[in-house]
């Protein structure tokens, strides 16, 4: 899944929304966005207001995408600032590449 954290008043959150639920939608991953500021989205009209986990994962800019492993909880940081889906798609990959050979 998918933690999307924005402002409402950011213009480049709301450049990224669509971005975002796109890239979700094509890979059937949950998006939870979060608002900063309780500002809405269009995309996400059930946006949940933030409750201190953007301190506890130290989201200091938005838009800002954080991917999360359900089954393990490990959470890979994919965008501060707006990118393009086909970057999002490079950044899971090479993410989620295992890094040297395991024995």
Request: glycine fraction near 10%; include cysteine.
């Amino acid at each position: 899944g998918l933690f999307f954290f924005f402002k409402g008043q950011c213009p480049y959150c709301h450049g990224f929304a669509p971005i975002v639920k796109n890239f979700a939608q094509k890979y059937d991953w949950d998006v939870l966005a979060i608002s900063l500021d309780g500002g809405k989205l269009r995309e996400f009209p059930n946006a949940k207001n933030d409750n201190g986990v953007s301190t506890n994962l130290g989201v200091a800019h938005v838009p800002a995408l954080i991917a999360i492993n359900p089954k393990t909880g490990d959470m890979l940081p994919l965008a501060y600032g707006m990118v393009s889906e086909s970057e999002i798609e490079k950044r899971v990959m090479l993410l989620t590449q295992p890094s040297g050979a395991h024995p």
